[in-house]
């Protein structure tokens, strides 16, 4: 067992534990470290990898925060069902995943979002806002620019249309060579970042059927303006304490689209970090040092 002294000035086992819970009739798998009764830190992650993502910044706030981490259906540990006996879009992985919160008896959480991840916190942010106690913001989703040159140019004509042609070319975002890229382009140091990482991700891409999935989710991208209105309400309304950590070199969402969330949450903290999308391959001990800071000023203190 491993044991640090935490911010509240007590002994806390800080081991990260590997569970599954059985959430509507799935196995949901979720990494979980920290005291129970300490604030809960709720970390989601984004595409196409897995919970995995958090393994460098659970370590950083396990002493003093309750922190969970799960994979969604279709990713990483949980079950991957067949597309027959399931919906794989985000409002479906939402509910899996505040009925997961709601077993765990979770009432109140701090939501970092990446990628995915913020497609996911945005739709539980909206249907109980009352349980947001802070946002932590990584290369996340809220304010779309899809240029035609870009990340998303070959999965702007499948957005137009859904065709079963077009749905074939967004096939390249499902490959290794876009897999790899997502972690090595726009990074400082190449040699910071694990090639386990796009290996796993991709063996787990590569399962049968798991690629069907995944286009599934890639075209519900398309289909997000309501969900992104209300989430925009909820933050000019509530104004929740957040940090914005974000890989500024990244291609995906950049840090000029990143700074929209300025317009919103003017007092929001941001720090645009010299890495690319997956910014803790590079960066967990800047984002963790930065999110410690944060969340011992707003919440421990609270």
């Not at 399931?86 to 992985?93: P, S």
């Not at 749905?167 to 890229?181: I, P």
């Not at 963790?288 to 919440?299: I, S």
Request: glycine share 6%; with cysteine.
């Amino acid at each position: 067992m491993s044991t640090a002294t935490g911010a509240r000035g007590r002994t806390a086992d800080t081991a990260t534990y590997f569970r599954t819970a059985k959430v509507d009739g799935l196995n949901v798998f979720y990494r979980e470290a920290g005291p129970k009764d300490a604030p809960v830190v709720v970390l989601l992650h984004g595409f196409p990898t897995s919970s995995r993502m958090y393994r460098d910044l659970i370590p950083h706030l396990s002493d003093s925060y309750h922190v969970i981490a799960p994979d969604y259906p279709g990713f990483g540990h949980s079950d991957t069902p067949d597309r027959a006996d399931f919906t794989y879009n985000f409002d479906h992985v939402a509910e899996v995943i505040d009925d997961l919160l709601g077993l765990l008896g979770v009432r109140r959480y701090a939501v970092y979002m990446m990628d995915f991840g913020g497609s996911i916190g945005w739709r539980l942010a909206v249907r109980h806002p009352e349980r947001i106690s802070a946002v932590v913001l990584q290369n996340a989703p809220l304010y779309p620019e899809r240029g035609e040159d870009g990340f998303w140019k070959d999965l702007i004509p499948y957005w137009e249309d859904g065709s079963a042609e077009h749905r074939d070319v967004a096939r390249s975002y499902v490959t290794l060579e876009c897999t790899r890229d997502q972690y090595l382009d726009g990074v400082s140091d190449p040699s910071l970042n694990d090639p386990d990482c796009w290996l796993i991700d991709q063996a787990l891409l590569d399962r049968p059927g798991v690629d069907e999935i995944m286009l599934d989710f890639l075209y519900d991208i398309s289909l997000q303006e309501a969900v992104f209105s209300a989430a925009k309400e909820f933050l000019r309304k509530d104004q929740p304490p957040a940090l914005i950590a974000t890989g500024a070199n990244d291609s995906v969402f950049p840090e000029a689209n990143m700074r929209l969330f300025l317009n919103d949450l003017p007092n929001a903290e941001f720090h645009a970090l010299n890495t690319g999308h997956f910014a803790l391959e590079e960066k967990s001990a800047e984002i963790g040092g930065l999110m410690r800071e944060f969340l011992d000023r707003t919440l421990l203190r609270a």
